[in-house]
């Protein structure tokens, strides 16, 4: 089975930084990447899939890069609407694996 | 509107079977593969079972296999997931989900979940 490996797991940061989180497969799974944000008490939110491509109404200032076994997330300039948890998931074969997730918080 | 809404989940004794279903409103839900996440409240998430377009195709985690069974039936626009042989292990929200069109791994849509509490 294939484990999936984000750093940080938390991270604090203010309303208008930068912010990248990695994720690091076990063995190669080329551009099989998606990208989630889930707020307390809600059901997770698809923001990239394929590695870096951008989930029908998500804002522009998320982008995600990489294939192979690394792979980034990117919020260009953080909104207070961005503080959350964020998980990856592989989609390379199944079983299906999620990282451990990142939480978000304000600085 | 568009939307998963599931449902079905209960109190059940270790051992015990429970079945969640997941209704679908708004869209055709023959068109999809769907899949079926958990996650304890409060920990990460966990990728449960998944089915094709046409129910003949399958998948499970490993945690699951052999105790649950996803299905589904397009006429009623509705996901199934039976749960037998119960473990307290599997206490958790579950969640349904719709997959990318092109990307059947990838979830775009999710239903709010269901708590399913395993204990004696």
């Known amino acids: 089975d294939i484990q999936m490996t984000q750093s940080p797991s938390s991270l604090f940061a203010s309303v208008g930084d930068r912010v990248t989180i990695t994720c690091r497969a076990s063995?190669?799974?080329?551009?099989?990447l998606n990208w989630y944000q889930q707020k307390q008490g809600k059901a997770p939110k698809l923001l990239i899939y394929a590695a870096s491509s951008l989930q029908s109404g998500v804002a522009s200032r998320v982008s995600g890069s990489g294939s192979g076994t690394d792979f980034t997330l990117t919020i260009s300039s953080l909104q207070p609407e961005d503080f959350a948890t964020y998980y990856c998931q592989q989609s390379y074969s199944t079983p299906y694996s999620f990282g451990q997730g990142t939480k978000l918080e304000i600085k | 509107e568009v939307q998963l809404v599931e449902s079905g989940g209960d109190l059940v004794q270790p051992g015990g079977s429970l079945r969640l279903s997941c209704a679908a409103s708004g869209f055709n839900l023959r068109s999809y593969w769907m899949h079926w996440v958990r996650q304890v409240p409060g920990k990460g998430l966990e990728w449960v079972s998944r089915?094709?377009?046409?129910?003949?195709?399958?998948g499970y985690a490993v945690s699951v296999k052999g105790r649950f069974t996803i299905s589904r039936d397009n006429a009623k626009n509705t996901l199934y997931l039976q749960m037998n042989s119960l473990r307290v292990e599997d206490t958790a929200v579950y969640f349904c989900?719709?997959?990318?069109?092109?990307?059947?791994?990838?979830?775009?849509?999710w239903g709010q979940g269901t708590m399913v509490p395993v204990s004696s």
């Open positions: 989900a719709r997959a990318v069109p092109w990307s059947e791994g990838a979830f775009e849509m």
């Open positions: 089915i094709n377009v046409d129910g003949r195709s399958t």
């Open positions: 063995q190669s799974i080329s551009s099989y």
